[in-house]
């Protein structure tokens, strides 16, 4: 496609579920990101890939967010357990040298 | 460890008014600098970016930034705004290393009355 995707575009869950949110990068670009904003605040690093070294997981909050991606497509983060601070915009962004972000899933945690 | 600031979180101005939004980072390294913009809606958008020479930036929709390396600022401005540049306005900074990943500023939302 054109651009970055992500699905779903909201997702509304109980506390103490698991979801997973995907991400359809823009072909040809090998890095690959994961953000976090929540209300009123900037984005927030949360995880990178690139080519098929291992990912900087720094920015992960817990144990209970992790990501996956294969080889240069696709990425899920799956977040367990959720807790009702785990409400954001989760924004995904690739690219070669420029990132490029698409529309983001709003989570709501209840 | 290295962050971004963006003093102004609201900024209210009337249509052909003259903008300038500040950022400022704190890393004494060689960065690379950005500016994203988000439309009511619509999803983040690359608006300029500086990796090195001129400092002086221009970016799409007239915007430009200058980056001061002596003041650690990358201020956005535009000379006169219109109603459409409604949005919210991001700083942000990529530092040396092997993540390349973006220190965001919190965000200036800024509203542009016709």
């Known amino acids: 496609g054109a651009g970055v995707s992500q699905s779903p575009s909201n997702k509304v869950t109980e506390k103490g579920k698991d979801v997973e949110l995907r991400c359809d990068p823009i072909?040809?670009?090998?890095?690959l990101y994961w953000y976090r904003q929540r209300l009123g605040q900037g984005l927030e690093f949360l995880i990178y890939f690139q080519g098929n070294s291992a990912p900087d997981k720094s920015g992960l909050p817990s144990d209970r967010f992790s990501a996956e991606r294969t080889g240069e497509s696709v990425s899920t983060l799956t977040i367990q357990r959720t807790q009702q601070e785990d409400s954001a915009v989760y924004l995904c962004?690739?690219?070669?040298?420029?990132?490029?972000f698409g529309p983001g899933t709003r989570l709501t945690v209840l | 460890a290295q962050s971004v600031s963006q003093h102004n979180h609201h900024v209210i101005l009337s249509e052909a008014a003259s903008l300038e939004l500040g950022c400022n980072y704190s890393y004494g390294g060689t960065v690379n600098l950005f500016w994203y913009v988000q439309y009511p809606g619509q999803h983040l958008q690359l608006l300029l970016k500086y990796f090195s020479g001129d400092p002086l930036v221009k970016g799409i929709k007239g915007f430009e930034a200058e980056f001061i390396k002596s003041k650690f600022s990358f201020n956005l401005r535009k000379p006169s705004v219109q109603w459409s540049d409604t949005a919210e306005y991001f700083c942000?900074?990529?530092?040396?290393?092997?993540?390349?990943?973006?220190?965001f500023g919190t965000g200036t939302l800024l509203a542009v009355q016709p």
């Open positions: 942000a900074v990529k530092v040396g290393g092997a993540t390349n990943k973006l220190i």
């Open positions: 072909s040809g670009h090998t890095a």
């Open positions: 962004a690739s690219s070669l040298s420029t990132q490029y």
